[in-house]
Antibody
Framework: QVQLVQSGAEVKKPGASVKVSCKAS????????IGWVRQAPGQGLEWMGW????????NYAQKLQDRVTMTTDTSTSTAYMELRSLRSDDTAVYYC??????????????WGQGTLVTVSS | QSVLTQPPSASGTPGQRVTISCSGS????????VNWYQQLPGTAPKLLIY???QRPSGVPDRFSGSKSGSSASLAISGLQSEDEADYYC???????????FGGGTKLTVL
């Protein structure tokens, strides 16, 4: 059964960095990309970006592109999202999703359980 | 302020049919396909509809999607209590070169 298991909750101080992991299982990791979405407390969903697990190509949301880096380790079927220079408004639950980008469609059919990142002094 | 506009709330009684709208622009919904997601309280989003009107395997045919111009709709027929959740639309936006979400609609089953 396809699963994406994310790392545990984090508490960080403003200005610090956080790196969230997303370990995939029961499918061919390099056949699907990984997308990242976050959700601030009580708020809606915000797309952060996407990485191709095949060639490492990335596409980041414009408002985050200076602070975010997405990577993968194909040897362990794990994707990573690092966010730098954290601010209080980065406090959110961060989700990874298995994502297939085909012509005229984005299919993100399996999601991780979410990782709560709290930014507080 | 979300790029895609959804009503903040919707409601219906069991068995009823409800629709949720999602309004975008020529650079988002007008040029690209729409996905819909269901998010139950405290859980990750679940893909309900992709490519405007396609259901992933396992999604009941009570859920259907449509698109016209720069707007899209999600319809839920035979409403059930377990459909009470937040629903989000999403699409690619060519001017932002990224995906955008609607603000979400909280569906209450009365």
């Amino acid at each position: 059964q396809v699963q994406l298991v994310q790392s545990g909750a984090e508490v960080k101080k403003p200005g610090a960095s956080v790196k969230v992991s997303c370990k995939a299982s029961d499918y061919t990791f390099t056949s699907y990309g990984i997308g990242w979405v976050r959700q601030a407390p009580g708020q809606g969903l915000e797309w952060m970006g996407w990485i191709s697990t095949y060639n490492g190509h990335t596409n980041y949301a414009q408002k985050l592109q200076d602070r975010v880096t997405m990577t993968t380790d194909t040897s362990t079927s794990t994707a990573y999202m690092e966010l730098r220079s954290l601010r209080s408004d980065d406090t959110a639950v961060y989700y990874c999703a298995r994502t297939r980008m085909v012509v005229a469609a984005t299919i993100d059919d399996y999601w991780g359980q979410g990782t709560l990142v709290t930014v507080s002094s | 302020q979300s790029v895609l506009t959804q009503p903040p709330s919707a409601s219906g009684t069991p068995g009823q049919r409800v629709t949720i709208s999602c309004s975008g622009s020529s650079s988002s919904i007008g040029s690209n396909t729409v996905n819909w997601y269901q998010q139950l309280p405290g859980t990750a989003p679940k893909l309900l509809i992709y490519s405007n009107n396609q259901r992933p395997s396992g999604v009941p045919d009570r859920f259907s999607g449509s698109k016209s111009g720069s707007s899209a709709s999600l319809a839920i027929s035979g409403l059930q209590s377990e459909d009470e959740a937040d629903y989000y639309c999403a699409a690619w936006d060519d001017s932002l070169n990224g995906r955008v979400f609607g603000g979400g609609t909280k569906l209450t089953v009365l």
